[in-house]
């Protein structure tokens, strides 16, 4: 529900959350809690419209998501939230999305959306209309029906169960494998930059040995990756404390509590937060993250 592809970060949390939101409720509901939550054909209708006006232009017209917004139909969307309750999912809904905006949709769009959401991962309408106090669960097992919904079962991860992939998995697996793995657009780069590191193109290791602007140059030719990611990889993994990842979190937060409301573009806040916090900023950028999050949930 993003209104802007600047901020892409949107996601609905319905990855992250996924982890961390759903079953929170699960088993306060009792029996009610493991059957079908229900919503009405004319509340879905109204849900596609209120998506194909805020949530459609990152998370796409067919669901399928685009950059940092994921998917909201299949067997990947399904399985995150199966053993959450469908108030797990309005909640999320209505406390955090927008991410620019949060708690701006009004409990019946909230409503309506999740009705479109169920509607499209194959869930059958009913004569019960969705609300913020329905009970039961997002997606209850056998209730899911093949009209609308992508059943098709996930081939196995390329590599050993419980491991990460090598980049000689991976680009031995190629493209149309990583495709079927639900990957989407990212396959291509994904299987592209497996090979050049496989080939010997780029030793992701030795970048610990150079600098931050050269690691980050190294990083920034490979397909697909661009400032945030590079980022992300020389913090996370390539041990750059200064690299200052910055997406809408952490963009909002410089913004209004460093610059007075003054917008500037992603590189051009990252460039002054790597000034401004030093050689060790990645670690203010781990905190201005955290609070922009909790920020937002606590309202």
Same mark, same amino acid.
């Given at each position: 529900?993003?209104?802007?592809?600047?901020?892409?970060?949107?996601?609905?949390?319905?990855?992250?959350?996924?982890?961390?939101?759903?079953?929170?409720?699960?088993?306060?509901?009792?029996?009610?809690?493991?059957?079908?939550?229900?919503?009405?054909?004319?509340?879905?209708?109204?849900?596609?419209?209120?998506?194909?006006?805020?949530?459609?232009?990152?998370?796409?017209?067919?669901?399928?998501?685009?950059? %940092? *917004?994921?998917?909201?139909?299949?067997?990947?969307? /399904?399985? !995150?939230? #199966? $053993? +959450?309750? =469908? &108030?797990?999912?309005?909640?999320?809904?209505?406390?955090?999305?927008?991410?620019?905006?949060?708690?701006?949709?009004?409990?019946?769009?909230?409503?309506?959306?999740?009705?479109?959401?169920?509607?499209?991962?194959?869930?059958?309408?009913?004569?019960?209309?969705?609300?913020?106090?329905?009970?039961?669960?997002?997606?209850?097992?056998?209730?899911?029906?093949?009209?609308?919904?992508?059943?098709?079962?996930?081939?196995?991860?390329?590599?050993?169960?419980?491991?990460?992939?090598?980049?000689?998995?991976?680009? %031995? *697996?190629?493209?149309?494998?990583?495709?079927?793995? /639900?990957? !989407?657009? #990212? $396959? +291509?780069? =994904? &299987?592209?930059?497996?090979?050049?590191?496989?080939?010997?193109?780029?030793?992701?290791?030795?970048?610990?040995?150079?600098?931050?602007?050269?690691?980050?140059?190294?990083?920034?030719?490979?397909?697909?990756?661009?400032?945030?990611?590079?980022?992300?990889?020389?913090?996370?993994?390539?041990?750059?404390?200064?690299?200052?990842?910055?997406?809408?979190?952490?963009?909002?937060?410089?913004?209004?509590?460093?610059?007075?409301?003054?917008?500037?573009?992603?590189?051009?806040?990252?460039?002054?937060?790597?000034?401004?916090?030093?050689?060790?900023?990645?670690?203010?950028?781990?905190?201005?993250?955290?609070?922009?999050?909790?920020?937002?949930?606590?309202?």
């Amino acid at each position: 529900m993003i209104r802007t592809p600047q901020r892409v970060v949107l996601s609905l949390f319905f990855v992250a959350a996924a982890v961390v939101w759903p079953g929170a409720r699960a088993t306060a509901q009792g029996a009610a809690g493991t059957q079908q939550a229900a919503y009405t054909r004319d509340q879905a209708e109204a849900g596609a419209a209120v998506y194909r006006q805020t949530c459609a232009e990152c998370h796409l017209a067919n669901l399928r998501g685009s950059f %940092e *917004a994921p998917d909201l139909s299949g067997p990947s969307f /399904r399985d !995150g939230w #199966r $053993a +959450a309750t =469908v &108030a797990d999912l309005l909640d999320l809904i209505r406390e955090t999305m927008p991410p620019d905006a949060p708690r701006t949709l009004s409990e019946q769009q909230a409503a309506s959306v999740a009705a479109y959401l169920l509607r499209e991962n194959g869930v059958s309408p009913a004569d019960t209309p969705l609300s913020l106090a329905s009970p039961g669960r997002a997606f209850a097992a056998g209730d899911i029906s093949a009209t609308g919904a992508t059943n098709a079962a996930r081939p196995p991860v390329p590599g050993r169960i419980g491991t990460v992939p090598s980049p000689e998995a991976l680009a %031995e *697996a190629g493209e149309n494998r990583l495709v079927k793995l /639900r990957l !989407g657009y #990212r $396959a +291509a780069y =994904v &299987a592209r930059t497996a090979r050049i590191v496989a080939e010997g193109g780029l030793s992701l290791l030795a970048l610990r040995e150079v600098g931050y602007q050269e690691a980050k140059s190294a990083l920034l030719e490979l397909p697909g990756v661009g400032e945030k990611v590079a980022d992300c990889v020389l913090l996370f993994s390539l041990e750059k404390l200064e690299a200052f990842p910055v997406d809408v979190w952490v963009r909002r937060t410089l913004e209004e509590r460093y610059l007075g409301g003054e917008k500037r573009p992603p590189k051009a806040l990252a460039a002054w937060a790597r000034d401004r916090f030093g050689r060790h900023g990645g670690y203010a950028q781990q905190y201005l993250f955290h609070r922009g999050r909790s920020e937002a949930r606590r309202g």
